[in-house]
């Protein structure tokens, strides 16, 4: 495990990856690559198509199908994410389906700046608090923020940049999250917040 600078911690799994990576930047950069992929798979998406688990697990399958073998399968192992315990792993399919019906509904009655903010906020937070993946989970949910954004006729949004202060805000606004507050993660979305 890697103590990043902002003292949040990141599991690389070299020993798991298909490339043999051990180097954190190789890992990174790799990881990077598949995220373009996924990104690129988003952004060519019919933004008429409701959202689905295939479509999730696709994404995750894109951008790390290519490094590791627990890309794009639904997580079977407990995990801890700071001081938030996700749900069990065999509850973890039924809460997908179930997400995914909710962000559908949501996106569909979506006719305000409120209602969309409420809705990328559902979309990204409640993701990651089901956290269905064995690793990847706060990237994909945030390009799946991004598909919504799309869909709503939003740019792309960046919460963070991976080192520095808008890290650390981000992981605050995600901690407050996890308490309830959603203020401050609404607030960071809204800002970022840019219509084609």
């Not at 959202?51 to 399968?73: C, E, N, P, R, T």
């Not at 509850?91 to 949501?106: A, C, P, S, T």
């Not at 960046?158 to 401050?184: C, P, W």
């Amino acid at each position: 495990m890697y103590v990043m600078s902002d003292s949040t911690n990141w599991t690389p799994y070299p020993e798991d990856n298909f490339l043999g990576l051990t180097d954190s930047n190789l890992i990174n950069e790799a990881e990077a690559a598949g995220i373009t992929k996924a990104e690129l798979l988003i952004f060519g998406f019919d933004v008429d198509e409701p959202i689905s688990v295939w479509l999730i697990l696709d994404i995750h399958k894109h951008a790390f199908g290519h490094m590791y073998d627990w890309a794009g399968k639904w997580r079977t192992t407990q995990v801890t994410v700071g001081q938030l315990v996700p749900p069990a792993p065999n509850q973890v399919l039924h809460l997908m389906y179930q997400f995914v019906d909710n962000l559908n509904f949501k996106l569909s009655v979506a006719t305000t700046r409120q209602d969309q903010l409420d809705c990328l906020t559902f979309a990204h937070y409640e993701f990651v608090r089901i956290h269905p993946f064995t690793n990847g989970n706060g990237r994909t949910g945030r390009m799946l923020m991004n598909l919504v954004a799309l869909k709503l006729g939003y740019q792309p949004l960046q919460l963070y940049h991976r080192e520095g202060e808008s890290r650390k805000v981000y992981i605050n606004d995600m901690k407050a999250a996890d308490r309830g507050d959603f203020t401050r993660l609404r607030v960071l979305i809204d800002e970022e917040l840019i219509p084609f």
